[in-house]
Structures are given as structure tokens and as C-alpha cells.
């Protein structure tokens, strides 16, 4: 028998090619067909890097018509108000709503995020080159709905008008009339009823903003400034029962909700123009407070004679805002303790001053936290700590000039994330790309598988069937 032959040259590298084109096809094919499907409004979402808002159709009366309301007073007797009374002698009654201003009293003003959050998502779509969230026409299209309710304003034009019945759920309190008008519209929408809610945004900066719906929109995107005005209830309505006064994640959660920040009463100081400073601790605001507030209080006593530390009672009105710049831009560290609620627009003062701040407040919750490491900037410490005598003045002396300086260096890298204003009339224009509202998206757009995944449970729960809510740890 004749051996074999060999196979030509040509057939044993055409094989071979063969079986390398083979293998090449197997593996593209596993690696692109096995993966699971991705969802198309995710990968768009992801390709387009924005949020998808849809603005709830609400009458203007909900949102810059209360701002014409709240200009059109002869005066407001408040503390901090003087500011705003001079600016109403120069606004015109033809004035376009959407250039009015926003309240400038501090008490006002440092909630004012319902404000440029709106005129963001009102500026013009091809000026909006900066913006995270994208504004489109339909809700189907939309990751979420915003409800352009100016909650804070509303409360305050009842507590300037008719204090006396604004915790109660009458006629009479505009607030409450107001809470309901919105109420009312949204729930109508074929919009609430797909998702119970959940994928409706409303901005609650002020304590006591919708406090009387508070139940009926807790299963939405909260945008709040902590968690103290939600976890309490009224102890008019606790029944006397202690253990009544807290609310077990049933209305709010870091899973759903966003912490946002103050505005800021106070400007920016940059780095450049820091200057040496003298002081090591500073503190200006109300030394009676309740609740979380009581430790502000006892930290009082103990430091107000302490050598380096600077402890002044007032509000920050025309006076007091030049001495809170002063005291701030001169002072090592600022104090923040907690007050009513865990924490207040002193914090971004602070930052804005490059002043240290030292943040004792246990159940603080904190803006953007994920995106931002305060810790990098800011000293926490445990209230039991700063209540033992001598033991917070000498601990803020431990830093080193080395380690102050790292602290105001890291802090102006982050003042502009705390940033609403964009020097726009009426808050409606291009904003900053690094600015507090971009920021405010970005945490909410977070949130979106979670509130996509309670949607979709809530509808296939059979009609009838209710589920208990739980407590949300994390």
C-alpha cells in the first residue's frame, strides 16, 4: 500500500483559516447574543447621560402666580423682611411672572430650590446644553414627573397673611386650599394612576411644606433639606403617645427620597482670597431651639466662655448677615449644631466662607453624599462628645495649620456643587453644569431603578391586596 500523501500547502492553510474564522464567529456571537437584553429607555437614558422630566400640568397659580401674590403685599412685619420690602417698591405690576424674583428673607430664601429647579426645567431646550435633565412633552417618555408646586412659598404667604389657622384644614388657610388644588389635579392624571405616585417629584425644602398631604404623596420623590420635619409627627395628633413621634421610614427614605441642600445666604469667599484667621470657633443663631435642638442649647453654656470661641445670638437680616460674613471668613471652624431640624443653612454658609465646619448633629443627613465625602472637609462629632467640658475647644486645637489648610482646599473644590443661583431674571436660563440642581437630577436619577421596581410590583399586586410598609435600612 502507498502511504499516505500530504495534503497541499494551500488546503491545510485554507483549514486552518477555516477553523479560525470558526472560532472568531463562535465568540462574537456568545458575547453579544448571551448577554440579557438591556432595557431601551435605560440605554438611552445612559447614551444621552440626562433625566427625562415631564412637567405636571399645573395652573401658574401654583408656582410664579403666588410669587406675583407674594410681591403684590404692602409689607411684610417679619423678622428679615426689610430686605424684601425695598424690593417691592421697585417691582412693576406688569412685571412677567417668570422674571420675578424670589423672596429675599433669609427665612425664605434658603428654600428656595423649588425656584431654579423649575426655571432649569423651563429654559429653552437648545440652551440647556449644561442641564442633566431634559424636559420632553409626554409623560410616557419620562423617567419622572415634577410637580411644579412652589410648597415653600405657599406656606410662608399663609404665615405672613393668617398664621393663626395655618395648622388647620379649613378655608381659611390658603396653604391648605393650595395642597389640595394639587392634590387633586395630579392624582386626576392618567400619569399618577400608572405608578401610585412614585415617579412624581415635588420639592418639600421647608419643614412644614404640604404638612397637611404629607400621607397621600409619601409614596413619591421627595426633594428635602433633612429628614426632621418628616420623621416627627404634630404632637397634636400623636395622642400623647411618645412613641407616636417617630415615623418608621413609612413616608420618607434615603432609597427614594433626596436630601438637598440650603441655599446659602452668604457669598462666596474662593480660596485666593482667604485671608489669615484669628478665631477658632464660630457660631451665630438662635440659642433656644427644640427638640434635636436642645444640645444647642447645653453646647451654649459650655463654650460661651471659652477663650477663641465666639458665640453670638441673631438672625442673619441686613445686621446680622455682615456680622455672620465677618465672624465666618475670620474663624478657623463653625460651629453647627443641630437645631429644629438636624441641620440648617448655616452648614453652606460655612462652605461658601471656607470656614470649617464642625457638624454635631448625630442623625444628620447630608446633600449629595455618594457624590460628595464631607469628611474630606468637615468634622463630625458625637453629641456625647462635644457635651463633655473642655473637650471640643481642645480637640479642634489638635489640627494641625497643615491639616486647616487641606480642609479649605478640599471645601472649595465642592462650593460650587451647593450653588442654585444662575444669575439669570425670574431663575429661567442655562445653569452651571457642576451646580446644585445638575446635582439634584443626577441623585434622583439614582433613584430610578428602585422606583421603577416598586411600580412594577405595585401593579401586579392583585386588586384588594394590601402590602404593609416597612422600614427601609440602609
Not at 417679619?78 to 417668570?98: A, F, H, L, Y
Not at 411644579?148 to 398664621?163: G, H, I, M, N, R
Not at 471668613?329 to 441641620?343: K, M, Q
Not at 448625630?362 to 473637650?391: C, H, I, K, Q
Request: hydrophobic fraction near 35%; glycine fraction near 6%.
Amino acid at each position: 500500500m502507498a502511504p499516505p500523501r500530504t495534503p497541499p500547502l494551500f488546503l491545510t492553510l485554507s483549514l486552518s483559516l477555516l477553523c479560525i474564522l470558526s472560532l472568531f464567529f463562535f465568540y462574537l456571537y456568545s458575547t453579544t447574543t448571551d448577554r440579557p437584553p438591556q432595557n431601551s429607555k435605560t440605554a438611552l437614558s445612559a447614551a444621552q447621560d440626562r433625566i427625562k422630566v415631564y412637567i405636571s400640568p399645573l395652573p401658574r397659580s401654583l408656582n410664579y402666580g403666588l410669587l406675583q401674590k407674594y410681591w403684590a403685599l404692602t409689607s411684610d412685619t417679619r423678622i428679615g423682611s426689610q430686605v424684601d420690602n425695598e424690593i417691592r417698591k421697585k417691582i412693576s405690576p406688569k412685571q412677567p411672572d417668570t422674571s420675578l424674583p424670589y423672596p429675599e428673607n433669609p427665612i425664605i430664601k434658603q428654600y428656595s430650590a423649588e425656584y431654579w429647579i423649575l426655571g432649569d426645567l423651563l429654559t429653552p431646550q437648545e440652551l440647556k446644553r449644561e442641564s442633566f435633565a431634559e424636559r420632553v412633552s409626554g409623560y410616557e417618555e419620562a423617567d419622572v414627573i415634577f410637580v411644579p408646586f412652589f410648597a415653600t412659598l405657599s406656606a410662608e404667604l399663609q404665615l405672613v397673611v393668617d398664621k393663626g389657622v395655618f395648622r388647620k384644614r379649613v378655608e381659611e388657610n390658603g396653604d391648605y386650599v393650595r395642597q389640595r388644588m394639587v392634590l387633586d389635579s395630579v392624582k386626576e392624571t392618567e400619569a399618577w394612576r400608572k405608578s401610585g405616585g412614585r415617579d412624581h417629584v415635588f420639592v418639600l425644602t421647608d419643614p412644614v411644606a404640604m404638612w397637611h398631604v404629607k400621607d397621600e404623596i409619601a409614596p413619591a420623590i421627595l426633594l428635602v433639606v433633612d429628614f426632621g420635619g418628616w420623621y416627627r409627627l404634630d404632637t397634636k395628633t400623636s395622642n400623647g403617645s411618645s412613641s407616636g413621634l417617630m415615623i418608621q421610614h413609612t413616608q420618607v427614605s434615603l432609597l427614594k427620597d433626596v436630601i438637598v441642600p440650603y441655599t446659602h445666604l452668604l457669598p462666596r469667599l474662593h480660596l485666593s482670597e482667604n485671608r489669615e484667621r484669628h478665631t477658632l470657633l464660630y457660631f451665630k443663631g438662635a440659642k433656644h431651639r427644640h427638640r434635636g435642638g436642645l444640645v444647642r442649647e447645653k453646647l451654649w453654656d459650655l463654650l460661651i466662655n471659652e477663650p477663641g470661641v465666639i458665640m453670638e445670638e441673631g438672625f442673619p437680616n441686613a445686621t446680622g448677615k455682615e456680622q455672620s460674613i465677618k465672624g465666618m471668613r475670620s474663624s478657623e471652624f463653625c460651629l453647627h449644631p443641630a437645631g429644629d431640624t438636624p441641620t440648617s443653612c448655616r452648614l453652606f454658609d460655612a462652605v461658601q466662607s471656607l470656614c470649617i465646619p464642625v457638624i454635631v448633629s448625630d442623625n444628620v443627613e447630608l446633600p449629595f453624599e455618594g457624590m460628595v465625602d464631607y469628611s474630606e472637609f468637615s468634622v463630625f462629632v458625637a453629641v456625647t462628645d462635644a457635651l463633655r467640658p473642655d473637650w471640643l475647644v481642645s480637640h479642634l486645637r489638635s489640627y494641625s495649620s497643615e491639616e486647616k489648610d487641606k480642609f479649605r482646599r478640599n471645601m472649595a473644590t465642592v462650593q460650587s456643587i451647593f450653588q442654585y443661583d444662575n444669575g439669570r431674571p425670574g431663575g429661567v436660563g442655562p445653569i452651571p453644569r457642576e451646580g446644585a440642581v445638575n446635582h439634584i437630577w443626577r441623585k434622583v436619577h439614582q433613584k430610578l431603578p428602585v422606583i421603577r421596581e416598586a411600580i412594577t410590583r405595585e401593579r401586579r399586586k392583585p386588586k384588594g391586596v394590601s402590602v404593609p410598609l416597612r422600614c427601609h435600612c440602609i
